[in-house]
């Protein structure tokens, strides 16, 4: 089978054996979506199609669906409502007027000389209403790939400074752009030296449906989403003291929106990524508030070039060591842990070998006022987890260990 395949290039790649395993399979674990091995792009009414691009994948099944409004306040509704066919829809603006409104697209652009990563941001959150952001930096590295030059890119735009439209990906924030055209993300901006302008193809995939509900209320939504990975730019330039510069490589890509407050919804948050030019290793965990009636949930998902290896909404987190923050509210946090991962008989199990917990007071910078008021719904504190990992793959029968070291993520709210 083609997974067995990727399994069996993943091992070699990184100098291990992929052989079919002698031991009986794990029994079926339960499932709370479908997982399709490749989400084919389904553009809104009045966007560019690019079904023959994807017509060799079937289309993924309309996941069942439940009447919201009849759920108790405290539910939470995980990856099963909507479709498990990644559409356009899924990441066009909502503009809600929510105050717990937050949307985001990001983009690493893994090209050479330059590297540029940008991120497109509007949000209502705490003294931000109606307000656009753009952070990210260009970087340029010389033929050693070392990097020698770093600029960083930082707006804050009030309303009426950006622009964006509910029906199609549009965004205008001031002389950045980010829009859909003709089946690719197509995004421009500036730094200090000069301007930037990519198009990017997509390679969507989503958890299960990709979206979690809040409550009983249908606008009370989380969604998150990887919108490209592991593919090649269409066309890159970086214009650097008015002389343009050809630039090739890869790009990786999310979007992420909310209509509440991640304080509301979360006590703890914890995300890993590691990419490299071939693997991609995502998995995010969210430990819900006391205010829903949620176990914690979340999703790990592995890629081998561009393509699904292993995905699954059904996580196990077992802590294998605690690190105590006594200079920041007595956090206890799981420093170093082991997850597990399943999906019918394959699994995944991803296992921290070392860790050194490095803490940030997220609300450090904000004036005393801001920071005095923002306190009262939540004290978070992000920890950088710099670790040594092993990831265990069991795929059709077959095996492939994956050691890697890279940095993890873990923020506790209250």
Same mark, same amino acid.
């Given at each position: ?32 979506? #479908?997982? &399709? ?25 309309? #996941? ?24 356009? +829809? ?15 697209? %990001?983009?690493?652009? @893994?090209?050479?000389?330059?590297? /540029? ?6 949000? =209502?959150? #705490? ?16 033929? +050693? ?10 707006? =804050?735009?009030? =309303? ?15 002389? @950045? ?45 989380? +969604? ?8 090649? /730019?269409?066309?890159?330039?970086? /214009? ?36 490299? %030019? ?17 176990? &914690? ?30 200079? =920041? ?53 992000? @920890? ?5 990992? %092993? ?8 095996? #492939? ?14």
């Amino acid at each position: 089978m083609k997974q067995c395949i990727f399994v069996a290039i993943i091992a070699s790649l990184f100098c291990m054996s992929a052989c079919k395993s002698a031991e009986t399979p794990a029994p079926a674990q339960p499932q709370e979506a #479908a997982q &399709p091995a490749a989400q084919p792009v389904e553009e809104p009414a009045g966007q560019p199609s690019t079904a023959a691009e994807t017509t060799e994948e079937p289309e993924a099944e309309q #996941a069942p669906q439940v009447d919201l409004t009849k759920l108790p306040e405290d539910a939470v509704t995980i990856y099963t409502q909507g479709s498990t066919k990644f559409s356009m +829809k899924d990441i066009l603006p909502i503009l809600s007027d929510s105050s717990g409104y937050s949307q985001k697209w %990001e983009f690493y652009i @893994y090209t050479r000389p330059y590297e /540029v990563r940008v991120k497109f941001e509007i949000s =209502n959150f #705490a003294f931000s209403k109606n307000e656009g952001k753009i952070r990210g930096y260009v970087r340029r590295y010389d033929d +050693k790939d070392e990097q020698i030059e770093n600029y960083s890119l930082s707006k =804050n735009l009030k =309303n009426g400074q950006w622009k964006a439209r509910k029906d199609t990906l549009a965004l205008e924030f001031d002389d @950045y752009s980010l829009s859909w055209q003709n089946g690719m993300f197509h995004l421009k901006g500036s730094y200090d030296k000069g301007t930037f302008e990519y198009d990017i193809p997509a390679n969507p995939w989503k958890p299960g449906t990709g979206v979690v509900y809040f409550g009983n209320n249908p606008s009370n939504v989380f +969604k998150y989403s990887i919108l490209t990975y592991h593919q090649q /730019v269409a066309k890159g330039t970086v /214009v650097a003291d008015g002389t343009p510069v050809e630039v090739k490589g890869q790009a990786y890509a999310n979007h992420y929106a909310t209509n509440i407050a991640v304080y509301d919804m979360f006590d703890e948050v914890a995300d890993f990524r590691k990419r490299t %030019e071939n693997l991609l290793v995502e998995f995010r965990y969210y430990e819900p508030s006391a205010k829903y009636n949620a176990q &914690p949930f979340g999703f790990f998902f592995v890629a081998f070039e561009g393509q699904p290896v292993f995905s699954s909404t059904s996580i196990e987190r077992t802590p294998l060591e605690t690190w105590l923050d006594e200079e =920041n509210y007595g956090y206890e946090i799981s420093s170093r842990q082991r997850i597990v991962a399943h999906d019918g008989s394959n699994s995944a199990t991803f296992e921290m070998l070392t860790a050194e917990p490095e803490a940030k007071d997220v609300y450090a910078d904000l004036p005393a006022f801001q920071r005095n008021v923002a306190s009262r719904f939540a004290k978070p504190i992000e @920890y950088s987890i710099p670790i040594d990992w %092993e990831l265990l793959l069991n795929v059709d029968g077959y095996q #492939a260990k994956i050691p890697m070291s890279a940095s993890y993520s873990i923020t506790r709210l209250r």
